[in-house]
């Protein structure tokens, strides 16, 4: 559950109509949740297999794909918004994040219209653009935050382009201010657990400890963030859901659990979570145990610099193909 008292808050990583009409609700009033968040694959996986759509894009023949699904995924978006405005308003978060299409990763311009485009139609304060946290996102960065649209930056595996969030949100914030300021925040997504994913088979043959390269790089971006000392950005640790039986699904929650920060995870996760309502903080681990484990693997041929640059490629093609599927089905 959120813990306000530590400050450390839980998103859900789902958006479904039906859901977000009904069992939504219930999960914010029992204080489970404060924000949610959503990306590609989330909305493809909605509206090609969800039936909560129909109706609409019965009224939108004639529209072209991209136009059909901005038009669904602003509705869903919205609701979202205004079931959360309450914490909002209140400053218990409230956010919910919405990604701008994929495909202007590599395009600065095209990303801060369709941000701020997105925002506009929404029209809700508590909406947080999400940007991939590539060369052309960070400068879209710093020009939505000055404006005063809360971001969150996605798709950060390595400390280098969570030091470059950083900056680029820094100078936007600074901006804001300066123009007169007034509530913006942002978040800094960490993927967890696409690391383990990618590297425990081979770590377990070299006999190396499995489960732990996301935590451990997660734990490491995160003191890189609280060393800033800025309280308007925040680390999200996001990709938490457990693949297959050999952890416990909410093992990235209980293992990121930290002061300032915040978990988003899809529902089993969180299920499995509040069923036994443990909050021991592990976070901060010391830079030297990090640093430590990181030179193991490095010593046993792991090179971190392509292991990061593998998963940002993967993360961003996954992204696209399951955007332009979505598209595909909505022709």
Known sequence: MVNRDIGFSLWLDFVERDYLKNEFGSLIEKGIINGAT??????????????????????????????????????????????????????????????????????????????????????EPNVMIKVPATEAGYDAMTELLSTGISVNATLIFSPKQAQKCLKAMKKGLDAFEVSGGGRCEAVISVFVSRFDRLLDSDLEKEGLDVAKTGIY???????????????????????????????????????????????????????SYISTKADDVKLPIDDAIINGYFTKLEDNGFDMQEIYKELLDDGLSAFEKAFKDMLDSLA
């Open 38 to 123: 959503s990306n590609p694959a989330i909305f493809a996986n909605a509206i090609t297999s969800s039936t909560a759509y129909k109706e609409q894009l019965e009224t939108l023949k004639g529209k072209s794909s991209k136009e059909k699904y901005e038009a669904l995924a602003i509705e869903d978006i919205r609701t979202a918004a205004q079931a959360l405005r309450p914490l909002y308003d209140n400053g218990n978060d409230g956010y919910i994040s919405i990604e701008v299409d994929p495909f202007l990763s590599k395009d600065t311009q095209g990303t801060i219209e369709e941000g701020k485009r997105l925002f506009k139609a929404i029209g």
């Open 217 to 271: 790089n997660g734990a490491k971006i995160y003191n890189m963030i609280e060393a800033n000392r800025t309280p308007a950005i925040r680390t999200l640790f996001a990709s938490t859901g457990v693949k297959g039986d050999s952890l416990k699904a909410d093992y990235y929650i209980r293992e990121l659990l930290a002061s300032h920060s915040v978990n988003t995870a899809p529902l089993a996760t969180i299920e």
